[in-house]
């Protein structure tokens, strides 16, 4: 009995000891970095082409004043508009060449008209990626092109018609099953917060352990 109660009590010391609360600390602190540096920095080992589409409303006429408003888009009257852009970006760990593509990408978009407005240069990484665009009846072709790992650029278009214009890109690329489709920036950005959220409480949570360990066992020191 004797042996279990000095037992007990060498437990309960060990608990409060410097020792053990500064172990509990510095994971308090290393775990959620480490969380941290493997989510940022998890390689993608494989070839891979992933997209996003943003779309901004522009113009939007009641029909009850159609006849008295006019909006014209290179001299011709619109009704219904969005500037629409796709984000293109090689999101693997290799290099996509323009020999690894079967045929140009197709941005294509369902429903309404869309017209080219530019390629900004603000988003093409690196600056001198050359593009190769041919406007089609429903969208754009791409022409094949050298993409390294982070390498992207952006098209953006201006969409005619009443219905949401939601663009797909499509292509057939030598070790890519699919093309992604992204989230848009406003949902990375929730999901970053999300893991920030999640690293904030694993923190928490330590803190809070180490806290109660340290009050049970002072508590149960002073007892004995």
Same mark, same amino acid.
């Given at each position: 009995?004797?042996?279990?109660?000095?037992?007990?009590?060498?437990?309960?010391? !060990?608990?409060?000891?410097?020792?053990f +609360?500064?172990?509990?600390?510095?994971?308090?602190?290393?775990? *959620?970095?480490? +969380?941290?540096?493997?989510?940022?920095l998890? *390689?993608?080992?494989?070839?891979?082409?992933?997209?996003?589409?943003?779309?901004?409303?522009?113009?939007? /006429?009641?029909?009850?004043?159609?006849?008295?408003?006019?909006?014209?888009?290179?001299?011709?009257?619109i009704?219904?508009?969005?500037?629409? $852009?796709?984000?293109?970006?090689?999101?693997?760990?290799?290099?996509?060449?323009?020999?690894d593509?079967?045929?140009?990408?197709?941005?294509?978009?369902d429903?309404? $008209?869309?017209?080219?407005?530019?390629?900004?240069?603000?988003?093409?990484?690196?600056r001198?990626l050359?593009?190769?665009?041919?406007?089609t #009846?429903?969208?754009?072709?791409?022409?094949?092109?050298?993409?390294?790992?982070?390498?992207?650029?952006? /098209?953006? !278009?201006?969409?005619?018609?009443?219905?949401r214009?939601?663009?797909? +890109? #499509?292509?057939?690329?030598?070790?890519?099953?699919?093309?992604?489709r992204?989230a848009?920036?406003? $949902?990375?950005?929730?999901?970053s917060?999300?893991?920030?959220?999640? +690293? $904030?409480?694993?923190?928490?949570i330590?803190?809070?352990?180490?806290?109660?360990?340290?009050?049970?066992?002072? !508590?149960? /020191?002073a007892?004995?």
């Amino acid at each position: 009995m004797w042996r279990s109660h000095s037992m007990f009590l060498l437990g309960a010391s !060990f608990l409060a000891s410097p020792v053990f +609360l500064g172990v509990v600390g510095v994971l308090a602190v290393a775990v *959620p970095v480490v +969380l941290w540096l493997a989510d940022r920095l998890r *390689p993608e080992r494989r070839r891979a082409l992933s997209y996003s589409v943003a779309v901004a409303p522009l113009v939007d /006429v009641n029909s009850e004043v159609r006849d008295r408003v006019k909006v014209l888009f290179d001299g011709q009257p619109i009704a219904h508009a969005s500037l629409v $852009t796709v984000r293109v970006r090689n999101s693997g760990s290799r290099p996509i060449s323009a020999a690894d593509f079967d045929k140009p990408m197709r941005i294509r978009f369902d429903g309404g $008209t869309a017209t080219i407005l530019d390629t900004p240069d603000d988003a093409r990484v690196p600056r001198d990626l050359s593009l190769s665009l041919s406007e089609t #009846s429903d969208g754009v072709t791409i022409e094949p092109l050298l993409l390294n790992p982070r390498d992207r650029f952006a /098209v953006r !278009f201006l969409a005619e018609g009443s219905g949401r214009s939601t663009p797909t +890109l #499509s292509a057939r690329i030598a070790g890519v099953e699919r093309v992604e489709r992204e989230a848009t920036p406003d $949902t990375r950005a929730d999901q970053s917060s999300r893991r920030a959220q999640t +690293l $904030t409480s694993v923190s928490a949570i330590l803190g809070a352990v180490a806290s109660v360990a340290a009050a049970i066992a002072a !508590f149960v /020191v002073a007892k004995h």
